[in-house]
């Protein structure tokens, strides 16, 4: 038979075999046949139906024997089995071909191995999820996902309801494993499920999204191998790191896939209405983004709703030069301000950091090898494998950002060129309200006037700073080559007041003014230091304490110690880089040449460290990996403080040994300060296992760093620790000859000290001997551990010369 009209693009209906016919268009071009239902087609709706619930309560029997399953796998089985059958069912009964197909009996068997999987993750709430069980469902469901569209073609009747049914059934699947994934992974990982359901959503909200999407043999390959990738990372069989990293490409090629079916559907359903509505909604958030990085502040401090509300005077001129150029020389304009626009959003970036963690500007010059470091605390206290997960993101994000505000920028130099009458009235206008506002010194927040030329600043300073690094590059190397007296003075002059003693100097970690004066924690730390004062008095020490200004804020400890030893102001790493490639005399070299053994102990370190001996000169250097620790390491500290100095003792204090000068670093009370060790008796502290339980029963750096409070209640707490091995171990070695000088090596960053602290850190002298404190006596410090308010301050690299100048003789 056929249906007329059959003019181009119209189709023949053609008799074929009994039951069967076939669509044949007009130009000849025959799709397979589609077998219609038969008599037997309410028959076999119902078979389908009842061996669906059957099937499906039989297969969670199976697995409720085989690896157990609770109440809640059972119901959640058995929802999901009913609604898949029930959905497959309606769905053939009310299309135009009601039958079950071949194909459709191999969708159901998938869809009810899912409803097992469905069971086991309603399970993993409560309890361990059953890897084998979930991993065979899974696989089983995966392999199956490719036969029933061969089955569909081979036997003619590959229909689009079948083709719908099946990604449904595979969209449930990748969504409850990505579930059991996201337990091990994160909550990121739940993108990968929701995505499908929040495209779904987003079409009963805006039609043409709803529309039917054509078939695509890429987005089949994406489901696939989103589906197996989740299947390897939910059995374990790859490491952590390796499997987020797989599970975030998995992510990546879903949102490409789904973003390109979205802009399909825009491209063939949008009506006029949402492409003026799109337009508008680019071209607004373009002006949002553009404004909002050039008024944005540069701290964190400043960052609040009204310091946006400025007018940039850069964005005024990006306007205009749209207004005047021509086509060719505003693209170019505009992509070299939109990448200028992105490198000052960079550099405010990093100022926020820097402020922050080290309390100064990124500097151009020397602030890049400030990084390192910094991202070798977080590799310490979150572990490698999230330190390179955040990294990599960390990158794409800052290409996207890059990309979009460079995209943003042409897109408004386009529309204003597009409209050159609307855009010259409102160009002239807000330049009008510009002049005013600067002409009235007008300002919401104080600093940030509304006339902006804040991001024409920024760029200013960063030409100044450059300028200014490259001077202080040269007066530090005059300052560096100079003539030291110092270096000259004999051995037999040198630390005289101190032959035949032990000197440690000891560096707290983090422990700086704030640890003592004025906060929540500093009346808990004052506490420690009084009851360790009086002990050490009980046992016949006397203390004396003042305050230091060291050269760091927050992090990168080699300044403070460089420059308390070289008697040099050492505040960046470019200046610490000069300091130690140079042969400046040091405190360690004048020990040394006067005759003592002269060591480091930094447990932090677990590499070698040329400074250490070519710089420093240091007879020995004790690290994490020599010193015979078998314990647990507490996040940045490899060890306890109280193992580094019974080491130390163990490994140096032997009887009869040679005087030592030994600097040692305290990291406890290093950031992240989590999880915490606690004291033992000094002799049970052995090789440290010991320590193995502790990490456990503390909070991990995550749980604490969740809260300000709880971070500053742990920094407290570690001070405290760090304080009381230190202090103990001196009553508990008990050495008249010991000589201690116990500081900090910088205030701790935000949230502990509070934006614009002081650099000021406690510096206390313990001894036995008098003669130690007769010798010092024209510096005024105060007796105590704790020093008050108007304690004698010095800059830390007055210590040096003040030090040798005390202990040595005639000069």
Sequence with gaps: MQIQPADKGMVQVQPADEGTVRIQPADGIAPPAIRLAGKGALATIRLATILGLLATAALLGVVSAASGLGVAGWIAGLVTGSAATALIVTARMRSDQPAIFP???????????????????????????PVTAL??????????????????????????????????????????????????????????????????????????????????????????????????????????????????????????SFGRAVIWLYRTGAGPRTRRALRLAITVLSVVLVWGVLVAPDRLLQLTPAAFVRIPVEGLALVAVAVLLPAWPRRIVAAVAGILFALLTLVKILNMAFFMEIGRAFNPVFGWVDIGPAIGVVRDTIGPTRTNIALAALWLGLILIIGAITAATIHITTVAARHRRATVRGLAALTAVWALCAGLSLQLVPGSPVASTSAAGLAVAQVRDTQTALRDQRRFGQALHRSDPEASVPASDLLTGLLGKDVIIAFVESYGQVAVQDTSFSRGIDAVLRRSNASLARAGWSTRSAWITSPGFGGVSQLSHSTLQSGLWVNTEQRYAELVASRRFTLSDAFNKAGWRTVSDSPEDGYAWPSGTSFYHFDQIYNRLNVGYRGPAFSYASMPDQYTLAAFQRLELTPGHKPVMAEIDLVSSHTPWAPLPAMVPWSKVGNGSIFDPMPARSESPIAVWRNASTVRQFFGRSVQYSLRALTSWVTELNDPNLVLIMLGDEQPATPISTVGANHEVPISIVARDPSVFRQIASWHWQDGLLPGRFAPLEPMDAFRNQFLGAFSGAR
């Design 135 to 256: 991993v065979t469902l899974s696989t089983v469901a995966l392999v199956l996902d490719g036969v029933d569209g061969q089955v569909a073609r081979r036997t003619g009747t590959a229909t689009q309801l079948g083709g719908r049914i099946d990604a449904e059934v595979d969209a449930f699947l990748i969504l409850l494993l990505s579930i059991v994934v996201s337990q091990d992974y994160g909550g990121w990982v739940l993108a990968i499920g929701a995505a499908r359901y929040a495209l779904l959503l987003a079409g009963w909200l805006i039609p043409w999204l709803a529309a039917p999407l054509p078939p695509r043999y890429w987005g089949k390959v994406v489901a696939a191998v989103t589906g197996i990738v989740l299947t390897v990372a939910a059995s374990g069989l790859l490491d952590r790191r390796t499997g987020m990293i797989a599970v975030a490409a998995a992510l990546l090629l879903l949102a490409e």
């Design 103 to 129: 194909a459709d009996w191999v969708t159901l068997t998938r869809a009810l191995l899912i409803a097992g999987v469905a069971g086991l993750v309603a399970d993993s709430f409560g309890r361990p999820v």
